[in-house]
């Protein structure tokens, strides 16, 4: 990584279902985040942090016990998840350097989310987060239950059958339709378009049957990454998540210039009482799983489905991978492998990456698979 005068100053992009509640362990920005009562809980399992409330009630926080905070915690200033808020958006017009995002393969993250808040695995209300608000609820407009109970338990009860769905309209141009009471007279009929509430959820166009889907790439990237193709980008992989994080913090330390002395010094004597210099020596492999191994539902995907529902997410795709050719801290060969996985999974032949590439940045710019093109050209729209 490249030096920067006076040091990085990071907002971290926590894409749903990235692993970024796990990195609770890792940063404090994301403790900041947390509101109230689970901030506190967040700050007390940190491990390099203590904490405690005064006489009036203000959380004071102490930083470096243990003497093993991270760099990369330390450079990351601000956590953004399903909201963007004022003091990030100043932040990162006036003073942030680099954006880092945890990211995975798009359709490993469909299916994760499309199980997360499926209506078998949340017994209780899944309480929205931050300023993503939904507006006033529209005359004859589901409630988010009634929506949810439409997607989940009438048209998709797993997501292979939402695959089947898409891949029945897409080759015979057929749909699912179910008849469901309305809200004004339960004794009147509506007929229910599965196809089109499935591909819409899917690209992250209703929130009401799907926070999660509904948070995907685009939602963050159109938040302020868009907005600043200045700064620079570094990514962490799911995938990978604890080799990208020591690789990641260690590059960090390596450039630093303002914090150097400090810094250096603390993973020395970290590193005569631990016999190890990583700050994750006593959290790696530690993962955030939502209890997902006890779920009801934990539907997965076919092949074909996986293909179809790859072709259905060409946006998200497209952005995807764009954060991972932009990464400075992936080498190329990481990039290329990381890539053709999700190439595999779609099911992209050698001729169609040839014939979808295109030149973006203008004249003498890199080279990147058209996504949407070729998704449009099947018919996914």
Known sequence: LPTIPNDREIVYFHVSKTAGLTLDKVLRSNCFWHPNKMGDSCFRKLPFASMHRDANGTRIVTFGRDKSESVLSHLTKFTMHLNKKDDIVQFTKHNATSFLFTIRNPVDRAVSAFNMNHIENRPLKLKKAG???KGPKKSGQES?????????????????????VLTNHLKHNETKYIQMPTLKDPNVTKTIDCYEIGHETLQGKRIRENIHLFANYKFYTDMLYEIYPEKEVLAVRTEHLWDDLEVLNLALTNTLVKHGAVYNATQNETASSSSSISPFAKIRGYAYTHNSEKKNVTSGLSQEGRQIVCCYLSEDNQIFEGIVRDALNLDEMEKRTYLDGLYGDCDITEDERERFMKGVGGEGGEEMFSWVEWANGKGCF
């Open 144 to 164: 988010d239950s009634a929506s949810e109970e439409v997607f989940y338990g009438k048209c998709f009860p797993t997501i292979e059958d939402l695959a089947n």
């Open 131 to 133: 300023n993503i608000k």
